[in-house]
Antibody, heavy 116, light 113 residues
């Protein structure tokens, strides 16, 4: 069974940094591209960043480009999102998602709250 | 970026009746070389992550009831729930995976009338 478990969220002040992690199991992690998608509670879905199976290709939403870095460690079956210079508008539930013709597996998310 | 626009934003349908959700993309998501539409539909229930119902515009995922049907091509797509059940109350999203950034529609909330 595919499992994606996000961690690392919490309360952080504007301008500070935070690192999210996603632990993957139940599938061959290094066969798949992975993504981060966020959702402000009660609002819609926003793609944040994606990374190819071998880290050779990465992409970012304009709203986070230059501030967020996606990475992965295939030996540890883990996906990461390093977030810096956080803004109030980055407050959201952050999901990691496995890419297969869209996203066929999602974690439960980790909540990031940016507030002073 | 490809903009995905869903309509309506919400709809209320009686149990057993049909629900229809539309999704329009600002440019075609049909890849001519393989004749595939890079379009997925998701269902999201309160407190849960999204669940993919349909990929390639019309391919139901394993385990998805056949009352869910995706159709359309190019820029215009539809998700139809043929006979609404109580467990179908949710927000539904379309998403294109043709071009980065992969973009979602704003969501359509389906309720029971």
């Amino acid at each position: 069974e595919v499992q994606l478990v996000e961690s690392g969220g919490g309360l952080v002040q504007p301008g500070r940094s935070m690192r999210l992690s996603c632990a993957a199991s139940g599938f061959k992690f290094d066969d798949y591209a992975m993504h981060w998608v966020r959702q402000v509670p009660g609002k819609g879905l926003e793609w944040v960043a994606g990374i190819s199976w071998n880290s050779g290709s990465v992409g970012y939403a304009d709203s986070v480009k230059g501030r967020f870095t996606i990475s992965r460690d295939n030996a540890k079956n883990s996906l990461y999102l390093q977030m810096s210079n956080l803004r109030i508008e980055d407050t959201a539930l952050y999901y990691c998602a496995k890419e297969t013709d869209g996203y066929n597996s999602w974690g439960l998310g980790t909540l990031v709250t940016v507030s002073s | 970026d490809i903009v995905m626009t869903q309509s309506p934003d919400s709809l209320a349908v009686s149990l057993g009746e049909r629900a229809t959700i539309n999704c329009k993309s600002s440019q075609s998501v049909l890849y001519r070389s393989n004749n595939k539409n890079y379009l997925a539909w998701y269902q999201q229930k309160p407190g849960q992550p999204p669940n993919k119902l349909i990929s390639w515009a019309s391919n139901r995922e394993s385990g998805v009831p056949d009352r869910f049907r995706g159709s359309g091509s190019g820029t215009d797509f539809t998700l139809t729930i043929s006979s609404l059940q109580a467990e179908d109350v949710a927000v539904y999203y379309c998403q294109q995976y043709y071009n980065s950034p992969w973009t979602f529609g704003q969501g359509t909330k389906v309720e029971i009338k």
